[in-house]
């Protein structure tokens, strides 16, 4: 089966903080993708990597920096957290083409 | 760009009965995919079902069945002899095959209570 994981389930942060969400996927996945979710508005994209150390960005990323360095993990980066980044967090991974997209547990950060 | 809606914020169903889950997309393209999408209470978002739009055959996985109607630009989720664990949060999504995207498009999401 396929396995995504995410660093943390729930996360509470201040204010200015520098925040690291981290993701794992063992498939071997070339693509990978980082989404919020928040209620009445379903998921939205922040950004996407095709490969390592490749990023493009999605819907929303006003506020997120993401990290690739290697094939496996894909990181995002809150630099300077602010309230309105309290959200559930979504990372996911498929192959390269046509793949179906596999989630992770979330990660729920709350910015205080 | 491409939009998806699902006009049921929530819906309820008896145990054992059915339901139907409704989804349309606005695009120009002729070639994308479909998927439904499960994410219960506090669990991990799991695929449903998936459509290829050059399919003409409804897509099928056990008790869960869609009505793809391409020119309506129409995806609705059927799911029969409703079990208590299909209580979760439904989605539905778009993703295009053109240009090399894999980004998804999702739905709002329909809240899906079972009664028993």
């Known amino acids: 089966d396929v396995k995504v994981t995410q660093s943390s389930r729930y996360l509470v942060k201040r204010t200015g903080e520098k925040v690291f969400l981290e993701c794992v996927q063992d498939?071997?996945?070339?693509?990978m993708f980082w989404y919020r979710q928040d209620p009445g508005l379903g998921l939205r994209l922040i950004y996407f990597?095709?490969?390592?150390?490749?990023?493009e960005k999605g819907d929303i990323p006003e506020g997120y920096s993401v990290s690739r360095e290697k094939k496996e993990r894909f990181s995002l980066i809150l630099e300077s957290a602010s309230t309105n980044q309290t959200s559930m967090y979504l990372c996911?991974?498929?192959?390269?083409?046509?793949?179906?997209?596999?989630f992770g547990p979330g990660t729920r950060l709350t910015v205080l | 760009a491409q939009t998806v809606t699902q006009s049921q914020p929530e819906m309820s169903v008896q145990e054992a009965e059915t339901v139907t889950l409704s989804c349309t997309y606005d695009?120009?393209?002729?070639?994308?995919?479909l998927f439904w999408y499960k994410q219960p209470p506090s669990r991990q978002m799991i695929l449903v079902i998936r459509q290829e739009a050059y399919k003409q055959q409804n897509a099928t996985e056990n008790r869960f069945s869609v009505n793809f109607q391409k020119a309506a630009k129409s995806f609705s989720l059927k799911i029969s002899d409703s079990q208590l664990g299909d209580a979760a949060m439904y989605f539905c999504a778009y993703r295009t095959t053109q240009g090399g995207s894999e980004k998804l498009v999702f739905g709002k999401g329909t809240k899906l209570t079972v009664n028993p």
């Open positions: 990597s095709y490969d390592v150390k490749m990023k």
């Open positions: 498939m071997d996945h070339e693509n």
């Open positions: 996911a991974s498929s192959r390269r083409s046509g793949g179906t997209q596999y």
């Open positions: 695009t120009s393209e002729s070639d994308y995919y």
